[in-house]
């Protein structure tokens, strides 16, 4: 079975333009969640979607959006990129959307901001 | 709110020695509780999780955790430590009904040959 997979891998963007990562999860899974990754902040949460809808979300601007297809592949969209923003973006996916579900994770999409 | 902490950034532990990580969370509510590593320039595996079972959970790659209630911790252990567990590792806490997983900051462990 394939797992997560994330496109693209690497991205370079400059202050101010936006930004859509993809997120394939492992078939048959519904939930998909994003997470930051940054040397001073950690990881944190961004947002779960199920079945095409939102779950949950975290602390995060509304520059961080997100949206889930039918087919539970989701994107992830940054607008008026921050150098701030620069970090490694984990999508992970799990068959429910409850809290001990095993969350799968991709191998992540490093975006830098210049 | 829930919340982790990792004690101690980095470890450090001879090939063969015992491995030690802590992690200490809090949750107002009964706490699911796992283990991830990550490896250089890749995603996060999952070692191990809690799920209100057994108490003593056993993982991959050797590795077991042990939840005590009573003194809020799921600490993370290994007999006998080898050079391909160097690694970066992250405990986490979600609860019921919400998929979000709340890290701790992660400690590095690093195998002394």
Same mark, same amino acid.
């Given at each position: 079975?394939?797992?997560v997979? !994330?496109t693209p891998?690497?991205l *370079?963007?400059?202050?101010?333009?936006?930004?859509t990562? $993809?997120?394939s999860? *492992? &078939?048959?899974?519904r939930?998909? &969640?994003?997470?930051?990754?940054?040397?001073?902040?950690g990881l944190?949460?961004l947002?779960?979607?199920? #079945?095409?809808? !939102?779950r =949950?979300k975290g602390n995060?601007?509304?520059?961080f $959006?997100?949206r889930q297809?039918?087919? #539970?592949? $989701?994107?992830?969209?940054v #607008?008026?990129?921050?150098?701030?923003? &620069?970090?490694?973006?984990?999508?992970? #996916? $799990?068959?429910? &959307?409850v809290?001990? =579900?095993? !969350?799968?994770f991709g191998?992540g999409?490093?975006?830098?901001?210049? | 709110a829930?919340?982790?902490t990792?004690?101690?950034?980095?470890?450090?532990?001879? %090939?063969g020695?015992?491995?030690?990580?802590r992690?200490?969370?809090?949750?107002?509510?009964?706490?699911?509780?796992?283990?991830?590593?990550?490896y250089?320039?890749?995603g996060l595996?999952?070692l191990l @999780?809690?799920?209100?079972?057994?108490t003593l959970? @056993?993982?991959?790659?050797?590795?077991?955790? %042990?939840?005590? @209630?009573s %003194?809020?911790?799921?600490?993370l252990?290994?007999?006998?430590a080898?050079m391909?567990?160097?690694? %970066?590792?992250?405990?986490a806490v979600?609860?019921?009904?919400?998929?979000k997983?709340?890290?701790?900051?992660?400690?590095?462990?690093?195998?002394?040959?």
């Amino acid at each position: 079975k394939a797992g997560v997979t !994330q496109t693209p891998r690497y991205l *370079i963007k400059t202050r101010g333009q936006q930004v859509t990562l $993809s997120c394939s999860p *492992i &078939s048959g899974h519904r939930s998909v &969640s994003w997470y930051q990754q940054t040397p001073g902040q950690g990881l944190q949460f961004l947002f779960e979607y199920f #079945s095409e809808t !939102q779950r =949950n979300k975290g602390n995060f601007p509304g520059r961080f $959006s997100g949206r889930q297809f039918s087919n #539970s592949r $989701s994107e992830m969209n940054v #607008s008026t990129l921050e150098l701030g923003d &620069s970090a490694l973006y984990l999508c992970a #996916s $799990s068959f429910g &959307s409850v809290g001990y =579900n095993e !969350q799968f994770f991709g191998p992540g999409t490093r975006l830098t901001v210049l | 709110a829930q919340s982790v902490t990792q004690l101690g950034s980095h470890v450090s532990v001879s %090939e063969g020695a015992l491995v030690l990580l802590r992690c200490n969370y809090s949750s107002s509510v009964p706490p699911y509780l796992f283990w991830y590593v990550q490896y250089p320039n890749q995603g996060l595996q999952l070692l191990l @999780k809690y799920t209100s079972a057994a108490t003593l959970v @056993k993982g991959i790659n050797g590795f077991e955790a %042990e939840f005590k @209630k009573s %003194e809020t911790s799921f600490h993370l252990t290994k007999p006998s430590a080898h050079m391909s567990d160097a690694a %970066e590792y992250f405990c986490a806490v979600s609860i019921q009904g919400a998929q979000k997983l709340v890290f701790g900051q992660g400690t590095r462990l690093t195998i002394n040959p």
